[in-house]
C-alpha cells in the first residue's frame, strides 16, 4: 500500500491566528481519510494546502510524491475537489457543467461514465434543469460527480454532505465506499460525527491541531471510562446540576440526553436525590456505549486543561 | 485548445443566459448612440421663434417666411405688443423672439437700412447662441439678396465661411465616435472584471484553480467572447449611425475596424487588471465605472475639448486610453486620415494594452492568496 499524502508540521497563519498548527498525518491509497471537527477547525485551510492552492508557512507536503509548491501544475491534474461551498455554475444545466468540467480536465462524459454512473444516475432526470434550482442534496450529487469525471488519483471533499438531507447523506457515503474499487483515495472532511464511521481513519481536529489519528474504532476505544446517559425532559438544567456535582468529571449534551462521566467510573451514591435538591425530578439513568464524540469531546477537556 | 473552447464555450453561455449582461452588452450601446445623437443634439432643429411684427410689409414677411422655412426654426406664436415678450419667453417653448421694427420695409427701401431685434432666452445658453446665429446668418444671406437684385453690379466682398469635415456642424458626428469609444471601454472592462470577479465571489475560481487550466486559458477563456460581441458592437454601432445619421466614414474601414480591435483588447486587459486588484463584484464595478466612464466622458475631449482644459487636466488626460482612441476614431471617421497621421496614438494604445496584460498575468494568482 503506497502513501498517497504524506504531511509533517504544516503551518499555516493568518495574521495573527494560527489556523494550523504542527500538523502531520499521512493518507494511504484507496482508503477515505476523514477529518473531524467543528467549524473553525482548521479543516478547509488543511484541504486548501492538500489541493496546492494555499501554501503552508512551514512544514512539507506531498501529495501524490508531487511537491504541491513546485509541482502543483502535475498535481492539479490528478486532484479532484469540492470545495465547502456550492461551486458549480448555478446558471448552467446539470448536464452542462458536467461536460464543462470534463472538457477542462480533457475528457469526455462518457470516457469516466462508470466512475459517476452510480451518483450520476440519481440527478440525470434533471439534467435539464438549471444548477442554481436543485436541492441540496441534488446539488452535492453533481458537485461530487463534477470532481470526479476526470478519474482522479486522490479526491478531496470539503463538507461534501453539510445541509444534506439523512438519506442523500446515506447514498453519499455508499458512493464513496465504491470508489475504493477504482484506487481513488478519499479525504473528507465533516462535522458530523455519525459519518466518521463510514471512514477507513479519521483525525480529530480542532482548533488547527490534531487531537487524535486512527481507525474509528480505535478512536472510540480510546475512551475508557463508564459513560451514562441521562435523560430529563430540562436538559439544560440537569447539565447545570450535574457539573455541579463534585463526583463529575463530564457532563456533554447528546442528542435528547445527556452524556456524563463519574469519578471512579460509578454512580455517585444518592444522584437522584442530589438531582432532585437540583430541580431535576424526571432524571432516567442508563449506562451507554461510548462513540466517538465522547472521545472527541474528551479529548477536547484534556487539551484544554493542558493549555489553561 | 479543446479545453479552451469548451471554456469559451462555457462563457457564451453564462452571457447568454443572463439579461442584465445582454442589455449592457447591446442595449446600452444602443440607446447611448440615440439619445447622444437625437436628444442631446446640439443642432437646432425646430426652435420655436415668436414673431412679433410691428411693421407688417412686404418685406418683414418675406424674411420671417425665410426664416421660418429654413427648417431650423418654427413659429411658436405671433406676438402683437412687447408686453407678450417676456410671457411667452417665461413659458419655455419659445427660444426667442424675432421683432421687427415699424416701417421695417419702407425704412428698408427709403433709408437703405432698418432695424431688427433677436431677443433671446439666456437661460439656456447653448440653445440662445446657436439660435442667434443661425438668424443672423439667415437674415445676412437676405441682406446679400435683397442688396444683389437691387445694386446689380456693386462690388462686394462677402466672406463665405466653410466648415471642413463636418460642414453642417452636425453634433452626432462628434458623438458618435464619443460614443463608441466610452461604450467600448465600458463595456470590455467592466464586463471582464465582474466576470472574473463573479468566479471569485462565487467560489468556482477555487475549482478552476485546482484544474489543469493554465491562467493564461482562463484569463484568454473570459476575454474572448467579450472580444467579439464587443466587436460586433462596433460594427452595430458604425452601421447605426451610417443608417440613422447618414454618417459614413471617410477613412479606411478597414483601418477603423483594426484599431477599434486594438482598443477592445486594450480595455480587455484593463478589465483584467481590475479584476486581479478587486474580490468582489461590487469594488469591479465601482473601479470600472468611477475609474473608467467619468474620466472617459471628462477626460478624453469627448465633450470638453481637452485644449481648453487647465493643463493640469492636460497632462492627467495622458494617461487615459480613451483620449488616444477619440482622436484616431475621429481622424479616420471625420477626417478620412491614414495610419500616417494616427501612427503615434496606435503605438501609445499598443503599449498601454502590453503594459496592462503584462501586469494582469504576473498579478494573477495560480493560489487562493
Same mark, same amino acid.
Given at each position: ?308 | ?171 452626432? =458626428?462628434?458623438?458618435?465616435?464619443? @460614443? /463608441?469609444?466610452?461604450?467600448?471601454? !465600458? #463595456?470590455?472592462? $467592466?464586463?471582464?472584471?465582474?466576470? *472574473? ?32 460581441? =464587443?466587436?460586433?458592437?462596433?460594427? @452595430? /454601432?458604425?452601421?447605426?449611425?451610417? !443608417? #440613422?445619421?447618414? $454618417?459614413?466614414?471617410?477613412?479606411? *474601414? ?116
Amino acid at each position: 500500500m503506497s502513501v498517497v499524502v504524506q504531511a509533517s508540521g504544516l503551518s499555516k497563519k493568518f495574521g495573527q491566528t494560527a489556523a494550523l498548527e504542527d500538523i502531520s498525518f499521512s493518507v494511504n491509497e484507496s482508503e477515505i481519510f476523514g477529518f473531524i471537527g467543528p467549524d473553525g477547525a482548521g479543516k478547509t485551510t488543511l484541504f486548501r494546502i492538500i489541493t496546492t492552492l494555499l501554501l503552508p508557512d512551514s512544514g512539507e507536503i506531498k501529495v501524490l510524491g508531487l511537491d504541491g509548491t513546485r509541482n502543483f501544475k502535475e498535481l492539479r491534474m490528478e486532484i479532484g475537489y469540492m470545495p465547502g461551498r456550492f461551486s458549480l455554475y448555478q446558471d448552467l444545466s446539470v448536464e452542462e457543467n458536467l461536460e464543462f468540467y470534463a472538457t477542462v480536465f480533457g475528457t469526455t462524459i462518457e470516457e469516466n461514465y462508470y466512475l459517476i454512473k452510480d451518483i450520476y444516475s440519481h440527478i440525470e432526470p434533471f439534467k435539464k434543469r438549471l444548477a442554481g434550482k436543485l436541492s441540496g442534496g441534488m446539488k452535492q450529487k453533481l458537485a461530487l460527480s463534477c470532481a470526479l469525471i476526470h478519474k482522479p488519483k486522490l479526491l478531496v471533499l470539503d463538507e461534501p454532505t453539510t445541509g444534506v438531507d439523512a438519506v442523500s447523506r446515506s447514498e453519499f457515503w455508499d458512493m464513496l465506499s465504491r470508489l475504493r474499487e477504482y484506487n481513488i483515495t478519499v479525504i473528507v472532511s465533516t462535522p458530523y460525527m455519525d459519518e466518521a464511521m463510514r471512514c477507513d481513519r479519521i483525525a480529530l481536529i480542532q482548533n488547527g491541531k490534531l487531537l487524535a489519528v486512527d481507525t474509528p474504532t480505535v478512536v472510540k476505544n480510546e475512551f475508557r471510562r463508564k459513560l451514562f446517559s441521562i435523560r430529563s425532559a430540562e436538559k439544560h438544567k440537569l447539565i447545570i446540576a450535574l457539573r455541579s456535582l463534585d463526583e463529575t468529571i463530564s457532563s456533554f449534551p447528546f442528542g435528547e440526553s445527556v452524556h456524563v462521566t463519574f469519578k471512579n467510573d460509578r454512580l455517585p451514591d444518592n444522584l437522584d436525590l442530589s438531582l432532585r435538591e437540583r430541580g431535576i425530578s424526571d432524571a432516567s439513568i442508563t449506562e451507554t456505549e461510548s462513540g466517538i464524540e465522547d472521545r472527541f469531546l474528551e479529548l477536547i477537556q484534556t487539551t484544554e486543561h493542558q493549555t489553561a | 485548445m479543446k479545453r479552451f473552447l469548451g471554456f469559451v464555450k462555457k462563457e457564451f453561455r453564462h452571457i447568454f443566459r443572463d439579461y442584465r449582461t445582454l442589455f449592457i452588452l447591446f442595449g446600452i450601446p444602443v440607446a447611448e448612440i440615440l439619445i447622444f445623437g437625437y436628444a442631446i443634439s446640439m443642432d437646432i432643429k425646430n426652435a420655436g421663434v415668436a414673431i412679433l411684427d410691428l411693421s407688417h410689409d412686404e418685406v418683414t414677411e418675406k424674411l420671417s417666411g425665410k426664416i421660418l422655412s429654413s427648417g431650423f426654426f418654427k413659429k411658436s406664436a405671433d406676438l402683437l405688443s412687447y408686453d407678450e415678450i417676456d410671457q411667452v419667453l417665461k413659458k419655455g417653448k419659445t427660444k426667442a423672439v424675432i421683432v421687427f421694427e415699424e416701417g421695417f420695409g419702407k425704412r428698408l427701401i427709403r433709408e437703405g437700412k432698418a432695424s431688427l431685434s433677436i431677443i433671446a432666452d439666456g437661460s439656456e445658453p447653448n440653445t440662445a447662441t446657436l439660435v442667434t446665429n443661425y438668424t443672423t446668418a439667415i437674415v445676412n444671406d437676405f441682406n446679400i439678396e435683397i442688396a444683389g437684385s437691387a445694386l446689380n453690379n456693386a462690388l462686394k466682398i462677402v466672406p463665405e465661411v466653410r466648415m471642413f469635415y463636418n460642414p453642417e456642424l452636425k453634433s452626432y =458626428s462628434m458623438f458618435v465616435p464619443g @460614443v /463608441i469609444t466610452l461604450i467600448l471601454i !465600458l #463595456v470590455s472592462a $467592466l464586463m471582464t472584471s465582474v466576470t *472574473i470577479t463573479r468566479e471569485k465571489e462565487f467560489g468556482t475560481m477555487e475549482v478552476l484553480l485546482v484544474s489543469p487550466l493554465k491562467p493564461v486559458q482562463i484569463i484568454l477563456g473570459k476575454v474572448t467572447p467579450y472580444f467579439i460581441l =464587443s466587436f460586433i458592437n462596433v460594427l @452595430v /454601432i458604425l452601421a447605426m449611425s451610417w !443608417l #440613422v445619421f447618414g $454618417l459614413p466614414v471617410k477613412g479606411s *474601414i478597414i483601418l477603423l475596424l483594426a484599431e477599434s480591435m486594438l482598443y477592445i483588447l486594450m480595455s480587455l486587459s484593463l478589465g483584467i487588471l481590475i479584476s486581479t486588484v478587486s474580490s468582489t463584484m461590487q469594488q469591479a464595478i465601482f473601479i470600472s465605472l468611477v475609474g473608467l466612464m467619468l474620466p472617459t466622458i471628462l477626460l478624453s475631449g469627448f465633450i470638453f475639448p481637452i485644449e481648453n482644459m487647465p493643463k493640469v487636466y492636460d497632462y492627467l488626460s495622458l494617461i487615459m486610453p480613451p483620449r488616444y482612441f477619440i482622436t484616431i476614431i475621429k481622424g479616420i471617421m471625420i477626417k478620412g486620415t491614414g495610419l500616417l497621421y494616427i501612427w503615434k496614438e496606435t503605438f501609445v494604445l499598443i503599449l498601454m494594452t502590453t503594459v496592462f496584460i503584462g501586469i494582469s498575468v504576473r498579478k494573477f494568482k495560480v493560489r487562493l492568496e
